[in-house]
């Protein structure tokens, strides 16, 4: 019986500490902060925040913007470059020709490049967390 209680005591110790490190498994946020007209088609505004232990030196991935009918509208290559460890950063990209309205959804096709020391290559598209204030539907 003790045998069994000691058995337990060392699974539930186990199952905490791989809980906590997946609680501290670094993440990069990506916030799709505002859409707005702009003189050239929409200006999109990002907030993106590098959650890695080392700083990113190349970060950019391929979006995909869906009209209202939900039809592929354009697909293009943006660069949140560089970004500093634990930093927030503020990016914006005028989308020319683009009605800010008539986008539905943004989708993150994948990670164009992620390069940082000790960062794999697909860590960016695979930590990456997103979040929309816009009513837009926002992610991969």
Do not use: H, W, Y
Not at 90 to 115: E, H, M, Y
Not at 116 to 138: H, I, K, M, Q
């Amino acid at each position: 019986m003790k045998t069994l209680f000691a058995t337990t005591i060392a699974v539930f110790s186990i199952l905490s500490q791989v809980a906590s490190a997946d609680d501290k498994a670094p993440v990069l946020s990506l916030e799709l902060n505002k859409l707005a007209k702009s003189e050239s088609g929409c200006l999109a505004t990002f907030m993106v925040k590098n959650g890695f232990e080392a700083p990113l030196e190349k970060v950019a991935f391929e979006i995909v913007l869906f009209n209202g009918d939900g039809l592929v509208d354009r697909m293009m290559v943006l660069d949140f470059s560089p970004l500093s460890t634990g930093k927030t950063r503020v990016r914006q990209f005028d989308l020319a020709g683009a009605d800010c309205n008539s986008i539905s959804r943004v989708l993150i096709n994948d990670a164009a490049a992620c390069k940082g020391a000790s960062v794999a290559a697909t860590a960016c598209l695979e930590s990456l967390e997103t979040n929309a204030r816009p009513d837009v539907e926002f992610g991969s």
